[in-house]
């Protein structure tokens, strides 16, 4: 074999490979309940100052939700979680979406709304 040729298919092949991976941003084997989270909190952070701004973000990505959904991107169980923040991030008065912000255990994987755990007892 040619010394220059194996030297070119060798330096260049790892490297490659995982830079062809680490911009892949849109693969869905990487967004897990976290990164959804993120992604929403995020939306409502940037703009805490601007509800109405946020609310137009969480609009669109309750499509993206759905999508994924449909898609097998994304188990209905997380849906159902994204959804109900979105509710209440939606709904709510600009003086609760501070309290909604400000809440962790909101943004905590497995959160549930309280009212309805009530109303399961």
């Not at 220059?4 to 490979?17: D, E, H, T, V």
């Not at 100052?49 to 209905?76: C, H, L, S, T, Y």
């Amino acid at each position: 074999m040619n010394p220059n040729r194996q030297r070119l298919s060798m330096g260049w092949w790892p490297f490659g490979k995982k830079a062809a991976r680490a911009t892949n941003n849109n693969d869905p084997i990487l967004k897990d309940t976290r990164t959804w989270l993120a992604e929403l909190r995020d939306a409502c952070e940037l703009n805490f100052d601007q509800p109405e701004e946020a609310r137009r973000q969480i609009r669109q990505m309750q499509v993206e939700w759905r999508d994924a959904v449909e898609r097998g991107d994304m188990a209905p169980a997380l849906r159902e979680g994204l959804e109900g923040r979105a509710f209440r991030l939606l709904t709510c008065t600009d003086k609760e979406w501070m309290g909604w912000l400000d809440n962790l255990n909101f943004w905590k994987a497995g959160w549930k709304p309280e009212h309805e755990e009530e109303n399961e007892a």
